[in-house]
């Protein structure tokens, strides 16, 4: 056994004793990790959890209705259909590998750079680097061990939000288990019975409001029917970043960056699809606000909750989900019109991006001023991305003598170029003018543009200017 694992086995059984007053239910727990470091010291660090917890579950610590689930051994690979991945846009999927039937993931916290726009990087708090964390994903009946470390310059936890895990797994710092310290390690282990869209974050409010979370995915062991062909995830966040800031102020409740996977439009990758195929949207919540999404060009159903899967009785068409904080919301539709439709939050401060916060120490006035000079004012803005900042959209020769003028006409900025990927090919020149604060589109496309979509994003491709292809 290294000097490493037995410094970390030592530090897990002595953390935070003592000083605090440890309750308790925290130093019985204490004793008990102390008593397992033998078999770890053997096998390492991860099995020496894993040890700790299967000791756990058959002392019966674990009493809920689902424990004969968490003491459940995985199933073999025969039993279970594969599972077709969740796609996050913007943000990667977390790899696994395997200790026995153990599927072994590493998270670290730490402060993360996030560029939410071409012209804007924030300093948030995110984990392996990512704002939002990258996506997990794993099966009904997985057993699942999670070895997390703390690089932040304070204490914190994970919590598997919806997830039915035995008490000492659930991530409440002081509740169910004692803070991670700065440099600590602590391994998660449970197995999961359910199905569903979950997701992980810190327990900690200021710590989830400066970007702590990350999806947790639960495949059902037997695919959804209807299948879908396309499942996409998208993480809601929103930032109050302040003139001449680069960290958001966590302790705002006015937000002028709202965010889809830590990315604010036009600068978001579009979700592609196949004409004709059905789509899964699951849309998660961690914020202060609540979202309406908003799908164009067809209805859709909802489908599961944070929860887990909803009976097909209980489904009805709409066309606006309202994803309420804490909330996941499943919803699927057939794509059976091809265009770039609109995914988007409905809530009209959360279609914009705020550009005060790029002015720096320069005030922008957007009432009782001349078109030349407010256009000039966003011309400061445009300088650093760098594009010209014109009217995209025509005004009318008498706007300015028109009281309320202007409202939508200085906010374009259209910066096709400084977004451009594989995704962005044959959508509208300008297209990037339209877009803005919590707002993607699902590019349904016909199979031959599909296929070729595939192979560009595939080789890694951006788009082409001179070819402009149009999508209806
Ligand atoms: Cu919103």
Same mark, same amino acid.
């Given at each position: 056994?290294?000097?490493?694992?037995?410094?970390?086995?030592?530090?897990?059984?002595?953390?935070?004793?003592?000083?605090?007053?440890?309750?308790?239910?925290?130093?019985?727990?204490?004793?008990?990790?102390?008593?397992?470091?033998?078999?770890?010291?053997?096998?390492?660090?991860?099995?020496?959890?894993?040890?700790?917890?299967?000791?756990?579950?058959?002392?019966?610590?674990?009493?809920?209705?689902?424990?004969?689930?968490?003491?459940?051994?995985?199933?073999?690979?025969?039993?279970?259909?594969?599972?077709?991945?969740?796609?996050?846009?913007?943000?990667?999927?977390?790899?696994?590998?395997?200790?026995?039937?153990?599927?072994?993931?590493?998270?670290?916290?730490?402060?993360?750079?996030?560029?939410?726009?071409?012209?804007?990087?924030?300093?948030?708090?995110?984990?392996?680097?990512?704002?939002?964390?990258?996506?997990?994903?794993?099966?009904? &009946?997985? =057993? @699942? $061990?999670?070895?997390?470390? /703390?690089?932040?310059?304070?204490?914190?936890?994970? !919590?598997? %939000? #919806?997830?039915?895990?035995?008490?000492?797994?659930?991530?409440?710092?002081?509740?169910?288990?004692?803070?991670?310290?700065?440099?600590?390690?602590?391994?998660?282990?449970?197995?999961?019975?359910?199905?569903?869209?979950?997701?992980?974050?810190?327990?900690?409010?200021?710590?989830?409001?400066?970007?702590?979370?990350?999806?947790?995915?639960?495949?059902?062991?037997?695919?959804?029917?209807?299948?879908?062909?396309?499942?996409?995830?998208?993480?809601?966040?929103?930032?109050?970043?302040?003139?001449?800031?680069?960290?958001?102020?966590?302790?705002?409740?006015?937000?002028?960056?709202?965010?889809?996977?830590?990315?604010?439009?036009?600068?978001?990758?579009?979700?592609?699809?196949?004409? &004709?195929? =059905? @789509? $899964?949207?699951?849309?998660? /919540?961690?914020?202060?606000?609540?979202?309406?999404? !908003?799908? %164009? #060009?067809?209805?859709?159903?909802?489908?599961?909750?944070?929860?887990?899967?909803?009976?097909?009785?209980?489904?009805?068409?709409?066309?606006?989900?309202?994803?309420?904080?804490?909330?996941?919301?499943?919803?699927?539709?057939?794509?059976?019109?091809?265009?770039?439709?609109?995914?988007?939050?409905?809530?009209?401060?959360?279609?914009?991006?705020?550009?005060?916060?790029?002015?720096?120490?320069?005030?922008?006035?957007?009432?009782?001023?001349?078109?030349?000079?407010?256009?000039?004012?966003?011309?400061?803005?445009?300088?650093?991305?760098?594009?010209?900042?014109?009217?995209?959209?025509?005004?009318?020769?008498?706007?300015?003598?028109?009281?309320?003028?202007?409202?939508?006409?200085?906010?374009?900025?259209?910066?096709?170029?400084?977004?451009?990927?594989?995704?962005?090919?044959?959508?509208?020149?300008?297209?990037?003018?339209?877009?803005?604060?919590?707002?993607?589109?699902?590019?349904?496309?016909?199979?031959?543009?599909?296929?070729?979509?595939?192979?560009?994003?595939?080789?890694?491709?951006?788009?082409?200017?001179?070819?402009?292809?149009?999508?209806?």
């Amino acid at each position: 056994m290294s000097g490493t694992r037995r410094k970390f086995i030592q530090d897990a059984a002595v953390l935070g004793a003592g000083i605090f007053g440890l309750g308790e239910s925290l130093a019985a727990r204490e004793r008990k990790t102390r008593e397992v470091a033998a078999p770890g010291e053997e096998s390492g660090e991860a099995v020496g959890a894993s040890a700790q917890t299967a000791r756990e579950n058959e002392h019966g610590r674990h009493h809920s209705p689902y424990g004969e689930h968490a003491k459940r051994a995985p199933k073999g690979a025969g039993e279970r259909e594969a599972f077709a991945p969740m796609m996050t846009p913007d943000i990667a999927d977390l790899p696994h590998e395997m200790d026995g039937g153990v599927k072994v993931f590493r998270i670290v916290a730490e402060p993360v750079k996030r560029k939410i726009a071409p012209f804007k990087t924030i300093d948030v708090w995110g984990y392996n680097g990512s704002c939002p964390g990258p996506t997990i994903q794993v099966q009904q &009946g997985d =057993r @699942v $061990r999670v070895v997390f470390e /703390n690089k932040l310059p304070e204490s914190t936890s994970l !919590h598997w %939000h #919806g997830v039915e895990v035995p008490i000492e797994q659930d991530g409440v710092p002081w509740i169910s288990q004692k803070p991670v310290a700065p440099g600590e390690k602590y391994i998660y282990e449970f197995t999961v019975h359910q199905e569903g869209t979950f997701f992980y974050h810190a327990h900690s409010a200021m710590q989830e409001m400066i970007g702590q979370i990350g999806f947790f995915i639960a495949h059902p062991e037997k695919a959804y029917r209807p299948r879908a062909d396309h499942d996409f995830g998208i993480i809601l966040q929103e930032w109050a970043v302040l003139p001449n800031n680069t960290v958001p102020n966590t302790a705002a409740m006015e937000y002028n960056w709202l965010t889809f996977n830590g990315v604010s439009a036009p600068a978001i990758t579009p979700m592609i699809a196949r004409l &004709g195929s =059905r @789509v $899964r949207l699951r849309i998660v /919540n961690i914020g202060m606000d609540h979202h309406p999404i !908003h799908l %164009h #060009g067809h209805q859709f159903v909802m489908t599961g909750t944070e929860g887990g899967r909803a009976p097909e009785s209980t489904w009805y068409p709409m066309n606006t989900v309202l994803v309420g904080v804490a909330q996941a919301r499943v919803v699927e539709f057939e794509a059976k019109y091809s265009g770039a439709w609109m995914v988007h939050c409905h809530l009209p401060h959360h279609m914009m991006n705020s550009m005060m916060d790029l002015l720096r120490d320069r005030m922008i006035e957007t009432a009782d001023q001349t078109d030349e000079k407010a256009l000039s004012q966003m011309q400061t803005l445009a300088n650093s991305v760098p594009f010209e900042h014109v009217h995209h959209s025509p005004i009318a020769a008498n706007a300015n003598s028109v009281p309320g003028f202007p409202q939508d006409a200085f906010m374009e900025m259209g910066m096709d170029d400084a977004v451009a990927k594989s995704e962005t090919h044959g959508l509208p020149p300008n297209w990037s003018a339209g877009m803005m604060g919590m707002m993607t589109v699902v590019r349904v496309l016909p199979e031959k543009e599909y296929e070729e979509m595939m192979e560009r994003i595939k080789t890694g491709a951006g788009p082409e200017k001179s070819k402009h292809v149009h999508e209806s």
